[in-house]
């Protein structure tokens, strides 16, 4: 009697945090993979993270954050405190609601079906992770946790990163879009009233959030009038 109970309180609780997975993969935009995290904690939303191993790399790249397994909390921290234009410190976040799982876990919470998730977000995903993704290969978790997402047919955003795209690549994506993942591009718009490189991104980041039906306020909407965004910034 005593070990169902305890099984079943455990699986209660575990029920009562439904995270978004994060899958940071290794394409350029790192700064967009940190609006989307930032937008969905400001949201009250709770994240599980996988960072490919291939990210750390564009992160030091983008950023000069060297991402460690063993430092995840600091590094993410100085990570999505940093703005898109390099400054330190332009925002402020609050972790609490943060799980790390390091991409080569695969016994990690997101690889099974079982673990109670909202959806995931791939932002950006690379054209090596949209391979992965449409063939199923799960090489690692971030990769398991989308066929995952895709078997379970959960939400999965896939905001890809590459220009210009092969035939091969547009044929994944297609397979992603008919597997009832959301293919998107991560492609600024200027409609918006952008100034500054914040606002392009926040644009992709705030469509990837539209796409999760998790609501922000990270770019100024179409409100049906030509001019009206520019003309507000003082443009
Ligand atoms: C600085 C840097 C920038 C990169 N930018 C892109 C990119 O924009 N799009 C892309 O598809 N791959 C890009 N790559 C290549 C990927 O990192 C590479 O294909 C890697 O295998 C992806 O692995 P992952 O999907 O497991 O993260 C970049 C690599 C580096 C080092």
Known sequence: MEPYE???????RGQGRRPWVVGVSGASGTPYAAAVVRGLL???????????RASRLTLLDETGIKFRDAHWREDLRDWLELGADGKPHTFEVD???????????????????????KGMLIVPASTA????VALGLSKDLLQRAASVMLKERRRLVVAVRET???????KQLVALDEAGAVVLPASPAFYAGATHIQDLVDFVAGRVLDAAGVPHQL???WKGELGEARSRSGG
């Open 6 to 12: 305890e099984t079943a309180a455990h699986v209660t």
């Open 42 to 52: 400001a949201a009250g939303e709770a994240v599980d993270l996988v960072v490919s």
């Open 95 to 117: 972790l609490a609601d943060v799980r790390y799982w390091p991409a080569g876990d695969l016994a990690a919470g997101p690889s099974s079906g079982s673990y109670p998730v």
């Open 129 to 132: 992770c949209v391979a992965g």
């Open 164 to 170: 210009p795209l092969s035939g091969q690549t547009l």
């Open 219 to 221: 770019y100024r909407r």
